[in-house]
């Protein structure tokens, strides 16, 4: 009997691999600029896919957009700001990880309670709260 296709959750979403071989072509720590994306909804959705292929790639990339006058890579400060042409962009950076911690060390620091996002933090009671919103249990584990 011949093999079926394979199942959809194991599929790869790989539609901004295109973006990401771009970047690496031009060069690691080269900063790669995506200009003319019509929407907000659309430039979140290409900034999620380049996260999600550099991630099949295991490299590091990070993605920055201008708002309120600033570069900034926090997704509190989404959708980025109108370029003059009414259009949106997104600079595309991929790195090493070892470029990628030293970059995040030398903009924040050692002090991880500086961090956006503290992989080590203990739980709190807004993460609870948050979790729960999601459907989610204490340890944030989906209730059966």
């Known amino acids: 009997m011949p093999k079926g296709p394979p199942a959809p959750w194991t599929s790869r979403d790989c539609r901004f691999d295109h973006v990401v071989a ?48 600033r570069t900034t890579t926090k997704s509190a400060d989404w959708p980025p700001d109108k370029s003059a042409d009414g259009t949106y962009s997104l600079v595309i950076n991929i ?10 060390i030398a903009k924040y620091g050692t002090d991880r309670a500086n961090w956006p996002y503290n992989p080590r933090q203990r739980k709190t009671q807004a993460d609870i709260d948050a979790w ?10 989906r209730r059966k």
């Open 22 to 69: 771009a970047a690496i072509d031009q060069g690691f720590g080269k900063p790669l600029t995506y200009t003319g994306i019509e929407t907000p909804e659309r430039a979140h959705d290409i900034k999620n896919g380049i996260y999600r292929c550099s991630r099949h790639r295991g490299i590091s990339t990070w993605v920055e957009w201008l708002h309120s006058g």
């Open 95 to 104: 790195g090493t990880k070892t470029q990628a911690r030293k970059r995040h």
């Open 132 to 141: 729960a919103e999601r459907g989610l249990d204490e340890k944030g584990h």
